[in-house]
């Protein structure tokens, strides 16, 4: 069992940034791949960033590549997500998540573990 617990969302101002975080319990925090989902009102959730359980290979979303920053510690049992050049559409709530299988992160789901949400929003 695998217990994910978020923090860093906010408000900001366009233009701004935000570091989220999510650390994980367990002892096997690398043998799993780690990911970023995003919620708006009215969507789906979406796949926003994935990254390998050693670090080696990243995924983005194309919304968001040369903005965001997808990172983990597996000493700290971390995974981070850098938002920069945030903009009032990336407005939503953050999951952190994680599984198994990268590809299939990468591809959305299934996801074997989710963080509770954080929001995000970002004035205009």
């Known amino acids: 069992q695998v217990q994910l617990v978020e923090s860093g969302g906010g408000l900001v101002q366009a233009g701004g940034s935000l570091r989220l975080s999510c650390a994980a319990s367990?002892?096997?925090?690398?043998?799993?791949?780690m990911g970023w989902f995003r919620q708006a009102p009215g969507k789906e959730r979406d796949v926003v960033a994935a990254?390998?359980?050693?670090?080696?290979?990243?995924y983005y979303a194309d919304s968001v590549k040369g903005r965001f920053t997808i990172s983990r510690d597996n000493a700290k049992n971390t995974v981070y997500l850098q938002m920069n050049s945030l903009k009032p559409v990336d407005t939503a709530v953050y999951y952190c998540?994680?599984?198994?299988?990268?590809?299939?992160?990468?591809?959305?789901?299934?996801?074997?573990?989710w963080g509770q949400g954080s929001q995000v929003t970002v004035s205009s």
């Open positions: 998540a994680a599984t198994t299988d990268y590809y299939r992160l990468r591809r959305g789901g299934p996801v074997d573990y």
């Open positions: 990254i390998s359980g050693n670090g080696g290979v990243k």
């Open positions: 367990g002892r096997t925090f690398n043998s799993y791949a």
